[in-house]
């Protein structure tokens, strides 16, 4: 019996393809809880097209190298949401300027700073299939709380006055407080004040040079700096000259982190795993403005004297950049007073997103059950992601029912962002390539029947992603099994 023929699938055609499904929601170890209770289901991806990886970002999905997933929200051990800050309205805290002040003046001046006491050195986005992706944000103490070590113990005068000048700076808030509000009375619209404006731009705070420029290395300190400080943009590519130029150097780094930072073995942590988790990726590269902007996968590469000290790993998207991973030498930001890697290149991220000109920066996932993924709450105004309605709502405002709950709908929260999924329940316009050949669920169960699989994979990847994602899949029952060994090899 033949199958029922659509068109002949092309390798080269600009279109995602899908090797096979892992939907099984067996559960693994969880690097957030250490528990075994980590649930998700997920697929193997050949090629993907960034159209397509960014609609499954918006439905809860992200990649570990060439495999996307998602975790089973309702079920697993702990709920991953997902999160994005909106990068155009994006202003840094006062801990955040912090953290950049203290990299900017150890790197001009190669001096330890003299403030706050060391933090953890754990930074960055880790693979979901080991530990926690922690941060090393801000500082422990309270916000706006500042302590200097050069005077540990004021005396009772020197108190005394600065109850005084905290009492007239109370007095000047009011004053200002009496004067808009007769402004507002007045129907007059109170003026701005530079300081609000100038939050509301993050080139004042690091270098403005941190545009779309691949293999080319953007120079971010000053003439006198005592470290010379560039940015390097490259393609996540292992066919690419110039990303296989630094691969061996890159991946120094990546060893020295993995086994010093998060204690892995060095076989866990090979140069064969590195390239297939960080630098084999499913996207297609696709050129936009006549190559001022690229989409796909890419490394941003922090080099100091030359020599590359960390990495982000990013996927550059039509609305979105999505950060995937960080890697860095802990040798040479374990100096000073902890150069927290982690919060400074998730800043420099965001900038790198407004300079694109994408509406929004992507970290991964919030786990509000563990406390050191928290510092992603941080960076504000963000966005979570419902896992049921697939609806977007203001972190601060869902706060209150994550700390009652670990899993929630988000219900009775509005919404600042409605989701775009389609509600058609078409199961039978899922997209197959069989034996190369490209038909659908509806044409293909003529002959093979009924699957559970491809019922799942509808509902997870929604309508349409479904009739956008081509899957391969096996052929009819009368197939031999050589057909379907030399199927599953592509």
Same mark, same amino acid.
């Given at each position: ?95 955040? =300027? ?15 700073? =003299? ?107 000053? $003439? ?50 590195? $390239? ?30 030359? $020599? ?67 510092? =992603? ?33 988000? $219900? ?30 509806? =044409? ?47």
């Amino acid at each position: 019996m033949s199958l029922p023929e659509q068109g002949q699938s092309s390798p080269g055609t600009l279109e995602s393809s899908i090797l096979y499904l892992d939907l099984s929601c067996s559960p693994s170890h969880c690097g957030y809880c250490g528990s075994r209770g980590s649930l998700s289901q997920g697929m193997w991806a050949e090629r993907m097209t960034v159209g397509d990886y960014q609609a499954l970002l918006d439905r809860g999905w992200r990649r570990s190298g060439r495999y996307v997933y998602k975790p089973c929200m309702a079920t697993t051990c702990c709920p991953l949401y997902t999160i994005r800050c909106r990068a155009n309205q994006y202003s840094p805290t006062k801990s955040q =300027k912090k953290v950049v002040r203290k990299v900017q003046n150890f790197i001009k001046s190669d001096k330890k700073p =003299k403030e706050d006491a060391p933090e953890p050195v754990n930074s960055g986005v880790v693979s979901s299939h080991s530990k926690p992706d922690t941060i090393s944000g801000s500082s422990m103490k309270e916000p706006g709380v500042e302590v200097s070590k050069d005077h540990p113990a004021a005396s009772p005068a020197e108190a005394g006055q600065g109850k005084r000048v905290e009492g007239l700076k109370k007095a000047k808030i009011l004053r200002r407080e009496r004067y808009l509000e007769k402004l507002v009375k007045a129907g007059i619209e109170p003026p701005r004040t530079q300081d609000k404006i100038k939050q509301k731009n993050i080139s004042h705070l690091v270098p403005d040079k941190n545009y779309f420029a691949m293999n080319v290395k953007l120079g971010q300190s000053e $003439a006198n700096s005592a470290h010379k400080f560039e940015l390097r943009l490259v393609k996540a590519d292992l066919t690419d000259k110039e990303f296989m130029s630094s691969f061996q150097e890159s991946y120094q780094v990546y060893q020295r982190y993995q086994t010093i930072v998060h204690k892995d073995k060095p076989s866990d942590c090979d140069i064969n795993t590195f $390239a297939g988790f960080l630098c084999d990726s499913p996207l297609l590269y696709q050129d936009q403005e006549s190559g001022r902007k690229v989409f796909g996968a890419f490394h941003q590469q922090y080099l100091i004297d030359g $020599a590359i000290v960390a990495v982000g790993v990013v996927d550059i998207l039509p609305n979105s950049l999505s950060s995937v991973y960080l890697y860095y030498d802990p040798a040479w930001w374990g100096q000073g007073s902890n150069l927290s890697p982690g919060t400074y290149t998730a800043i420099r991220e965001v900038q790198l997103t407004q300079e694109l000109g994408l509406p929004y920066y992507y970290m991964g996932y919030y786990i509000h059950s563990c406390p050191k993924m928290r510092y =992603k709450g941080r960076f504000l105004p963000a966005d979570l992601l419902a896992p049921t309605t697939l609806s977007w709502h203001s972190i601060e405002q869902c706060l209150p029912q994550l700390e009652a709950a670990k899993f929630s709908t988000f $219900a009775g929260v509005p919404a600042t962002d409605q989701s775009t999924a389609q509600h058609s329940l078409d199961v039978g316009k899922v997209r197959l390539s069989v034996n190369n050949m490209l038909t659908t669920y509806d =044409k293909w169960k003529v002959i093979g029947g009924d699957s559970e699989e491809v019922v799942q994979y509808h509902a997870l990847v929604g309508q349409a992603l479904s009739e956008s994602l081509v899957l391969k899949w096996g052929g009819g029952p009368d197939e031999d099994s050589e057909s379907d060994s030399s199927d599953s090899d592509n």
